[in-house]
C-alpha cells in the first residue's frame, strides 16, 4: 500500500487502524444498543407515566444535534477518559434515542398479542414478561440496530479525530489515517484515503454477514414453512 | 363459586364508544358446567377476559370463592390468578413462538416460582400432563409451529390445568379444531372434574355442543338483560348429577341422537 | 363424458428441514359442471394443500406428481401467462377468512373495481357486473363501495370475497374452510350463499373440517386422512352409514352423537406408514391392514372407502 506522509508502512498503519476503530466502534455501538434497549423496554414494559416521562426524555435527547452533541461530550470527558473513552462515551449516548424508539413501538405491539395475555395469565410479573418474552422477540430488531450502528460509530470515530477531538494524532485509528490522508490528497497521496476507507467498508460488510448468520442459525423459524 | 355481578365494559373506538358488555352476570359453580352462547361480537370473549382478571371492568365486580377481584391485568395477586384460568381460541396466537411446547406448559409454573427444582421432577411434571392431554413426548421437543392446531390446543389445556386451576374458563376452545380432538379436549376436562371440583365455563356458538355437554347453558344477551335484582344464572345441582350419572353408565342400546 | 375438474394421482410433497412431508398422496377426484364436492378431513391432513395444488399456488419447495384437469385442460404444467387466464375466471379460490385477504386500508370499492378488472372487464362493464353480482347476494355496491373492511359485518365481508370470486364467472368455485371461527349463524348464512353460488351453476369444492356445515350442504364428500383419500361418495351416504372406519370414529366424535374422541394421533405426515395409516388406532383392524396400503373399494350405493375390509366385495 506503499507508505504515508512521514513514512510509516501504510499497511500496517491500516491494519492496526482497523483494530483500533473496530474496537471502539463496537464498543461504542453496544453502548448505544444497551441504553436504548433498557429505555424503551422500560418504557414500554411500565407504560402508563414512566412510558410518557421516558419518551419525553427521549425526545430531548433525539433532538439534539447529535453531532454537535457529541462533540460536546467529547469536550467535557476526554481529560477524564482519555480519547478512545470518550469517543465511545459520546458516540453510545448519541446514538440511542432511535432505537429506543423502535424497542419501545416492537414492545407496544407485541404487548397487544395474546400469548402475553395469556403468560399474564399464568402469573407472570412484568419483570418475568421483559425477560422471558419481549427480550428474546426484541433480540433480532436490536441486532440489526447494532449492527447498522458499528459503521455509523467508525465513521464518528474518523470525524472526531479527524477534528482533533477523538483519538491523539499519534495513534492509528482509522479516522486518524484517514484525516492524515485527507491533507496527503493535495500532495498527490490519493491512497492513504482511501484504503481505510475500504477498510471501513469491509469491516462493515462483515460485521453485517456474521449478524444474518447469527439471526439465521440462533432463532427458530417462526412462520410455518407450509400451511395444511 | 366464581360470580360476576353486572359486568359493564366498553371500548373506545374509531365511531365512538362500543358497548361489549352491558350488566352482565353469571355464576359459576365448583364442578359445574355452565355453557355461555351467542354470536360472534356479542361481548363472549370480552367477558371471559374479565372473569379471567385479564380485563378490568368499566363496572360491576367479580369474586371468586368469596374474595372480591380488587386489582385486575399484570397486577393481580397470583395466588388469585392461578384460581381461574383462560383457554384461548386460536392456540397459534396464544403460545410465545419462541418457546418449546415443553417450556411453554411449564412456563407459567416457571414465572410463579413453583415450579419442581429439580430437572428430573420438572421433566416428570412435564410428561404426565403431556400424556394426560395426549401428547407425546417427541412433540414437547418441537416448536409450535412445527406442531398442529389440535396439538397446540391440548399443550394450551395442559399449561391451564398445571397450575390446577379451580375454575376454567374456555373461550371458544375447539372451534377450529376436528370434532375428535374437540371430544378428546372435552374428555380430559371431565376426567379433572372427576378428580376434583373444578368448574368450567365453556364458551361457545355451537349450540348443540353446550346443549349436549354442559349442565346448564345461559345465552350472553339475556345475561344481559337482567336487572340486578334478579337471580344471576346459577346451578341447578339436581339436574347436574342427573347428567353425570348418564355419562358414567352409558346405555348400549341408546341411538344416536339426531342432529 | 369427461368431468369438469378431473385430479388424478396427484400427490404433493413440501421438502422441509424435517424431511420430506408428504401432503397429499395420489388423490383422485372429479367434480361435475354445476356440481358440489367436499373435501374433509382434520386441519393437517391435506385439504388446504389441495385447493392450492389446484389453483398451482404452492411454494417452490415441493414435488409434484399427477395430473390436474379443467374441461381437459391440464393445469399442472401451464405457464404463469396461462395461470392467470384460469385463475379467476374458470377457477376462483373463497379463501379462509375474509377480512385477512381483504386490504384493510383500502376502501372496498377499489379493491371490487381491480378484482373485477383483473378477470378482464372494463371499468364500466365491471361496475354493472358488480352492481348486478352484489345485488343478488343482498349487497349495495354504492353502499359498500366507500368503506373499509373493518367497517362491515363478518357476513357482508363474506360476500364481498364471494362476489370477488364470482365476478369473472368462474366455471369451478373452491371454497377453502368457509366456516372457520364463524358462529353458528354465519354458517347458516355461509351455507345459504354457497348454495346460491352452486344454483348459479358454477362447480363448487368445498374444503372444510366442519361436519355439520357439510352434511347441510350435501353433494357428494371425499374424506381425507393422513394425505390420502379413504372414502368418497354421496355425503348423505357418509352420515347415515360411513364405509371406512375412521369416518365412523369421527361421527361418533360429534357432540351429539357420542362425543367420544378417537384414541392416539394421525401419523406424522413426514413419516407415513408403508400400510393403512389408520390402521393402529382402528378398533377393526384385523393382520392385512398392517402389510400394505389399501385401494378404495367399492361399497353399495356409489361408495369408495379405502379399507381391506371392503376388499372382498
Redesign the interface.
Known amino acids: 500500500m506503499g507508505t504515508d506522509e512521514v513514512g510509516r508502512d501504510l499497511f500496517a498503519r491500516v491494519l492496526h487502524g482497523i483494530r483500533i476503530s473496530l474496537t471502539i466502534a463496537v464498543l461504542a455501538a453496544m453502548a448505544a444498543v444497551a441504553v436504548g434497549t433498557l429505555v424503551g423496554v422500560l418504557a414500554g414494559t411500565l407504560g402508563g407515566k414512566v412510558d410518557a416521562v421516558v419518551m419525553r426524555t427521549t425526545d430531548v435527547f433525539a433532538s439534539q444535534n447529535h453531532f454537535l452533541f457529541g462533540i460536546l461530550l467529547l469536550v467535557l470527558f476526554r481529560p477524564a477518559l482519555g480519547g478512545a473513552g470518550a469517543v465511545m462515551l459520546a458516540v453510545g449516548l448519541t446514538h440511542w434515542p432511535s432505537l429506543a424508539r423502535i424497542v419501545r413501538g416492537e414492545l407496544m405491539s407485541l404487548r397487544e398479542r395474546p400469548f402475553i395475555s395469556a403468560a399474564v395469565g399464568g402469573g407472570a410479573s412484568r419483570w418475568r414478561l421483559a425477560r422471558r418474552h419481549y427480550l428474546p422477540h426484541l433480540m433480532p430488531a436490536v441486532g440489526l440496530a447494532f449492527v447498522l450502528t458499528v459503521p455509523h460509530a467508525v465513521f464518528h470515530e474518523s470525524a472526531y479525530s479527524f477534528l482533533g477531538l477523538g483519538l491523539p494524532a499519534h495513534q492509528a485509528s482509522l479516522g486518524n489515517i484517514r484525516a492524515d490522508g485527507q491533507r496527503s490528497l493535495l500532495a498527490g497521496g490519493w491512497w492513504i484515503a482511501l484504503f481505510p476507507g475500504l477498510a471501513i467498508l469491509v469491516a462493515a460488510m462483515a460485521i453485517g454477514t456474521l449478524a444474518e448468520y447469527w439471526r439465521e442459525h440462533l432463532h427458530p423459524r417462526w412462520g410455518s414453512e407450509l400451511e395444511l | 363459586m366464581l360470580s360476576a355481578e353486572a359486568i359493564t365494559k366498553s371500548f373506545r373506538a374509531s365511531s365512538g364508544r362500543v358497548v361489549a358488555v352491558q350488566r352482565a352476570s353469571l355464576a359459576l359453580e365448583s364442578g359445574a358446567r355452565l355453557g355461555l352462547v351467542g354470536p360472534s361480537g356479542s361481548g363472549k370473549s370480552t367477558l371471559a377476559q374479565i372473569v379471567a382478571m385479564l380485563l378490568a371492568p368499566d363496572s360491576g365486580s367479580v369474586t371468586i370463592d368469596g374474595d372480591r377481584v380488587r386489582v385486575w391485568g399484570v397486577r393481580c395477586s397470583r395466588e388469585l390468578r392461578h384460581r381461574v384460568q383462560l383457554i384461548f381460541q386460536a392456540p397459534r396466537v396464544a403460545v410465545d413462538p419462541r418457546l418449546r411446547v415443553g417450556e411453554a406448559i411449564l412456563e407459567p409454573l416457571a414465572a410463579s416460582g413453583i415450579a419442581p427444582a429439580g430437572a428430573a421432577e420438572r421433566v416428570a411434571l412435564l410428561e404426565s400432563w403431556a400424556a394426560r392431554v395426549g401428547l407425546t413426548r417427541d412433540l414437547l421437543e418441537r416448536f409450535p409451529h412445527e406442531v398442529s392446531e389440535g396439538q397446540l390446543q391440548r399443550a394450551c389445556l395442559a399449561r391451564a390445568l398445571a397450575l390446577r386451576p379451580r375454575y376454567l374458563v374456555c373461550d371458544e376452545l375447539s372451534s377450529m379444531l376436528d370434532v375428535s380432538t374437540q371430544a378428546a379436549l372435552l374428555e380430559t376436562i371431565a376426567a379433572i372434574q372427576d378428580e376434583r371440583e373444578l368448574g368450567v365455563l365453556l364458551i361457545t356458538h355451537d349450540r348443540v355442543l353446550a346443549d349436549t355437554w354442559c349442565d346448564e347453558v345461559a345465552d350472553i344477551r339475556e345475561l344481559s338483560a337482567r336487572d340486578q335484582g334478579e337471580e344471576a344464572v346459577a346451578m341447578r345441582p339436581r339436574d347436574r348429577a342427573a347428567r353425570r350419572l348418564r355419562e358414567r353408565t352409558p346405555s348400549s342400546d341408546a341411538a344416536p341422537e339426531p342432529f | 363424458m369427461t368431468e369438469l375438474l378431473e385430479v388424478e394421482e396427484l400427490s404433493v410433497g ?1 421438502r ?1 428441514r ?1 424431511g420430506v ?1 408428504q ?1 397429499l398422496s395420489q388423490a383422485s377426484v372429479t367434480v361435475g359442471r354445476g356440481r358440489l364436492l367436499l373435501v374433509v378431513g ?8 389441495l385447493a392450492h395444488a389446484l389453483l398451482r399456488l404452492l ?1 417452490r ?1 415441493v414435488n409434484v406428481s399427477g395430473s390436474v384437469r379443467l374441461g381437459g385442460q391440464e393445469l399442472l404444467d401451464l405457464s404463469p401467462a396461462e395461470l392467470r387466464r384460469v385463475r379467476g375466471r374458470r377457477m376462483a379460490l373463497i379463501p379462509q377468512s375474509p377480512a385477512s385477504s381483504l386490504n384493510p386500508v383500502r376502501r372496498l370499492g377499489g379493491q371490487l373495481l381491480e378484482a373485477a378488472q383483473a378477470r378482464g372487464l372494463s371499468e364500466q362493464q365491471s361496475r354493472t357486473r358488480l352492481r348486478e353480482l352484489l345485488g343478488e347476494l343482498g349487497l349495495d355496491l354504492a353502499f359498500v363501495s366507500g368503506r373499509y373492511v373493518h367497517q362491515l ?2 357476513g357482508m365481508q363474506q360476500r364481498i370475497v364471494n362476489a370477488m370470486a364470482l365476478v369473472g364467472e368462474p366455471e369451478i368455485v373452491i371454497a377453502d374452510e368457509p366456516t ?7 354458517v347458516d348464512t355461509t351455507a345459504t350463499q354457497l348454495r346460491e353460488i352452486s344454483a348459479r351453476g358454477a362447480a363448487l369444492l368445498v374444503i372444510t ?1 366442519d ?2 356445515l357439510a ?1 347441510r350442504l350435501g353433494g357428494r364428500l371425499a374424506l381425507l386422512y393422513a394425505s390420502r383419500i379413504v372414502e368418497v361418495g354421496p355425503t348423505a351416504a357418509f352420515f347415515a352409514a360411513p364405509a371406512h372406519p375412521y369416518g365412523r ?2 361421527l361418533r ?10 384414541p392416539g ?1 394421525a401419523p406424522e ?1 413426514t413419516a407415513l406408514p408403508g400400510h393403512c395409516a389408520f390402521a393402529d388406532r382402528c378398533p377393526d383392524r384385523f393382520d392385512r391392514c398392517t402389510e400394505s396400503v389399501p385401494d378404495l373399494y367399492p361399497v353399495p350405493d356409489g361408495v369408495l372407502a379405502r379399507c381391506f375390509a371392503h376388499a372382498e366385495r
Not at chain 3, 382434520?42 to 394443500?49: C, D, K, R
Open positions: 413440501f422441509t424435517r412431508v401432503a382434520e386441519s393437517g391432513s391435506g385439504t388446504t394443500v411454494p419447495n359485518s363478518g372457520s371461527g364463524l358462529d353458528a349463524e354465519l373440517h361436519l355439520r352434511e370414529e369421527l366424535a360429534l357432540p351429539e352423537r357420542e362425543g367420544k374422541s378417537i394421533m405426515l
